[in-house]
């Protein structure tokens, strides 16, 4: 198809917000790319995929300065999330190419990431602090054993001072929850399940998620926690997208990619994405979260004037 100019124009501007969304947390452009994709073509599975192939663009640009300020830390105790991850990834594609699960791409997304984005900017960003609280509270309540509740029920300013350690290959890190306790690869399997489903049945590359995980499971702080999700969400975005152009070929006989889409949005991802990650270099771990929540009330906001539109 031909696009117009105003195509082109807003292609250009939604692809920079999906660049400074990026720089943040790694937030994909997903709740505002896909709507705008969608309200163009009607094909909610191509507009999918043009998403996937943007974030991993929008990803690689920001990982840049990420990657030169030595903001990330791989290490082989990941293994187990991406590669659940993946599988589930698979499995949520095939789940959206054989059933009408698309039709959630409507209100509900946008509304939900403007809901996240409000709590986030009026709470900050969530710490190592506060989501070892909330783990605490939610494993002692579900927990069935009583050795483990006795523990986990000691004092506040016990458990605030406890940490446990993750060696990694020249260093170790404080972990919010015990390292490769039943808990911790229990959380593994959950949490990889659900930044799969996230990637392959929304196309989203799932950077937030990660970063949520890594502060949980790993510890990582929030800049070192960012980086690493970025570099690992350019691995899943490279599968997702392949994944749909080889089940759309052999469920659908199409293949799901429109370089028009992809150029114009790639120009303002990876620019911006440039540009913004080198500034949130600069700034503290709590302006990050406001800049987040800013950014996702702006994309919800967007993606819901699209979706009336339509």
Not at 194 to 221: D, E, Q
Request: aromatic fraction near 12%.
């Amino acid at each position: 198809m031909v696009l117009e100019i105003y195509h082109v124009i807003l292609l250009i501007l939604i692809g920079s917000l999906v660049g400074i969304s990026m720089s943040f947390v790694g937030q994909t452009g997903q709740g505002v790319v896909v709507p705008l994709i969608l309200l163009i073509t009607g094909d909610v599975l191509l507009a999918i995929s043009v998403n996937v192939l943007n974030d991993f663009i929008a990803a690689a640009s920001v990982s840049i300065n990420y990657v030169r300020k030595k903001q990330y830390d791989l290490n082989k105790n990941i293994i187990v999330l991406i590669g659940v991850s993946l599988i589930a990834s698979f499995f949520g594609i095939l789940l959206l190419m054989i059933t009408p699960l698309s039709l959630i791409f409507g209100w509900f997304l946008p509304a939900f990431i403007i809901l996240l984005g409000s709590t986030i900017l009026s709470k900050g960003f969530p710490t190592p602090e506060t989501l070892k609280e909330m783990v605490h509270k939610i494993y002692h309540r579900f927990s069935r054993h009583g050795k483990n509740n006795l523990e986990l029920t000691e004092s506040t300013e016990a458990q605030e001072n406890s940490n446990y350690s993750i060696n990694t290959e020249d260093r170790h890190i404080e972990s919010v929850i015990e390292p490769y306790s039943k808990l911790f690869f229990l959380l593994a399997l959950v949490l990889g399940v659900l930044v799969g489903l996230n990637s392959g049945m929304f196309g989203a590359n799932s950077g937030f998620i990660i970063t949520l995980v890594l502060i949980i499971l790993y510890g990582y702080p929030l800049k070192k926690s960012v980086g690493t999700a970025l570099m690992l969400s350019i691995i899943m975005c490279l599968f997702t997208f392949s994944m749909y152009q080889i089940l759309g070929y052999l469920i659908k006989d199409q293949l799901y990619f429109n370089s028009e889409f992809l150029l114009y949005l790639g120009i303002g991802s990876f620019s911006m994405g440039l540009i913004t990650s080198n500034f949130v270099q600069k700034l503290s771990a709590k302006a990050m979260g406001r800049g987040m929540g800013a950014t996702m009330i702006l994309l919800g906001s967007i993606s819901l004037i699209f979706y009336f539109i339509n």
